[in-house]
């Protein structure tokens, strides 16, 4: 896990900007000329990923966008706007979980191998500009439980 990232091991699509159907959508809500923080948490396993991603505007709205693996082609993603309240309960929640302070690579404890696991990943970009990164396998931040909360995925 070391040598690839999590995107390149599950042949993840690129980042929810850079699809040019979400791009559509951005477009669709005035959005897309805004600056952004977008948030990129995947989580893997065995066959099957869910990709969420939650993009902060500067005007205060959020957009959450959840891609799950076992969706058939008909209904391959969900699309949440949030604005006024929610969105400021989302981004609180996002900051609370203090991912800025998290190592980059989260690993299980010595001695202990799981096989067929689980693997995730967490990016924070600022306008298209990769700021942070943090990975896993098998081995999750303390906020996991909020983690998974927020960005809609169990």
């Known amino acids: 896990m070391k040598d690839k990232t999590f995107r390149a091991l599950y042949h993840i699509p690129p980042s929810f900007v850079e699809h040019p159907l979400q791009k559509r959508v951005l477009q669709a809500v ?4 805004e600056s952004m923080v977008e948030v990129i948490f995947r989580v893997g396993g ?3 990923y869910d990709v969420s991603t939650i993009t902060f505007f500067e005007r205060g709205t959020v957009l959450r966008h959840i891609e799950r693996s076992d969706r058939s082609i008909t209904e391959p993603f969900e699309f949440e706007y949030y ?13 609370l979980l203090g991912t800025n302070w998290w190592p980059t690579v989260f690993e299980e404890l010595e001695g202990v191998r799981t096989l067929d696991g689980t693997q995730w990943s ?4 600022t306008n298209g500009t990769l700021i942070h990164e943090h990975h896993g396998s098998n081995a ?8 998974t909360r927020l960005f809609g995925i169990s």
């Open 30 to 33: 005035g959005r897309n000329q």
């Open 46 to 48: 065995f066959g099957t």
């Open 83 to 95: 604005e006024g309240e929610e969105a400021k309960q989302m981004r609180v929640a996002f900051h």
């Open 122 to 125: 967490l990016s924070v970009y």
């Open 140 to 147: 999750y931040p303390s906020e996991w439980e909020q983690v």
